[in-house]
């Protein structure tokens, strides 16, 4: 060693050394390089923040509102022109084509990757794939059996269940001015549709059985993708198997008898897989939306497809809904556009909040390195 010192001299000495330094802490950079491209891409927090970025509320609740509007359309041809009057058995078709679907994202490793199991127990998963099953096939159920006004009077009544039940389980309360906002809207869509308002004895039993499902399988949504950092996509793949063995469950109880029966011909089955697609489009995008969101700004969201498929069917189709419908349907856009303006408005106090907060904390800790850092040199000042 002393020889190859005597030889390379004190100047070669010192690149050597300088290169050694240089490639350390270049191979820190990269290491701090491959751990953020691990967090961003391989761990539940990451896909989360992935989803976050690139679906925001606008996004989320737009790619929603078109796939419902495009479902509904779809779902009225198959249950009318076609003839497939099986509303639980269509509910089963639309979740086993989008468990086939998450699968091959499964072998393509497209999937995102699930949270830790113990933020979230199994018993919360199970019972958002039971309430799933009990929402979806209970919504179509009382589709069939009733008419469109006296659907839409079923979801009215989700608004203040969910708000309740929020309350209930996680104490969380809503201004007055939204209250009033809901209000608006709730009465608008009342009036809107009390033309096409028909009473069904059984419909009317499946629509109050619908209610609570459907809230409380919202706000499950929600507080899962927002509280335990799941994704929509990760949320499907595990709940999506509980809600095909609850639906096949209820199907001896709900659906008719006949279903073997059906003529499947290659256009009814390309009608059902059509809208069997647009049903795991409408899924994913509920689910982004309610990831985005609240699970009453989905509600509202829904209230509004209602409002423009009725303007759209006067304006476009020569639809005559009447003087009454109309009025209500504008009462309700009035309604909902308060509703967001006042959520956009919370939004914006929220971020503005955050963001002086985090620059006390900066500080505070900047402070504390300071004092740190005059503590070490009085300390080797003393030595």
């Not at 690139?54 to 249950?79: E, H």
């Not at 159920?141 to 969910?162: D, E, R």
């Not at 709730?186 to 209610?211: H, K, P």
Request: aromatic letters at 10%; a positive charge.
């Amino acid at each position: 060693m002393g020889l190859l010192d005597c030889l390379l001299g004190a100047e070669a000495r010192k690149s050597i050394k300088r290169k050694h330094s240089d490639a350390g802490e270049a191979g820190k950079a990269l290491e701090v390089i491959r751990g953020s491209l691990y967090i961003e891409l391989r761990t539940s927090e990451g896909a989360r923040r992935q989803q976050q970025r690139f679906c925001g509320p606008v996004v989320a609740m737009s790619f929603n509102f078109f796939v419902s509007v495009g479902i509904i359309l779809t779902n009225k041809l198959v249950m009318g022109k076609v003839g497939f009057n099986f509303p639980i058995f269509l509910t089963l078709i639309h979740y086993t084509v989008a468990w086939l679907l998450l699968a091959f994202f499964k072998v393509l490793s497209w999937l995102p990757v699930s949270p830790p199991s113990k933020t979230s127990p199994s018993s919360a998963l199970f019972s958002l794939g039971a309430i799933m099953a009990f929402a979806s096939g209970l919504a179509n159920t009382s589709l069939k059996y009733n008419s469109v006004g006296f659907y839409q009077m079923a979801k009215i009544s989700v608004t203040p269940t969910i708000v309740l039940a929020e309350f209930i389980l996680f104490r969380k309360t809503v201004s007055v001015k939204k209250v009033l906002a809901l209000a608006v809207v709730s009465a608008g869509i009342a009036v809107a549709t009390v033309t096409d308002l028909e009473f069904n004895a059984f419909g009317a039993c499946i629509a109050i059985a619908w209610i609570i499902p459907s809230g409380v399988n919202k706000i499950l949504w929600s507080n899962l993708q927002q509280q335990a950092n799941w994704t929509a996509l990760a949320l499907m793949w595990k709940t999506t198997p509980i809600t095909i063995f609850f639906l096949v469950a209820l199907m001896p109880w709900l659906d008719p008898p006949g279903v073997l029966l059906f003529k499947w011909d290659i256009n009814n089955v390309s009608a059902i897989l059509v809208s069997a697609l647009l049903g795991f489009l409408l899924q994913w995008s509920g689910a982004l939306a309610l990831g985005a969101t609240s699970a009453t700004s989905h509600v509202v969201l829904g209230q509004f497809k209602t409002c423009v498929i009725l303007l759209g069917g006067y304006l476009l189709l020569d639809s005559d809904p009447g003087l009454v419908s109309l009025s209500g349907t504008i009462v309700a856009l009035v309604g909902m556009s308060v509703y967001t303006s006042l959520n956009l408005k919370e939004s914006k106090e929220g971020s503005t909040k955050q963001i002086p907060m985090q620059n006390h904390v900066s500080k505070a800790k900047g402070s504390e390195n300071g004092s740190e850092g005059s503590t070490v040199i009085n300390t080797t000042n003393e030595v």
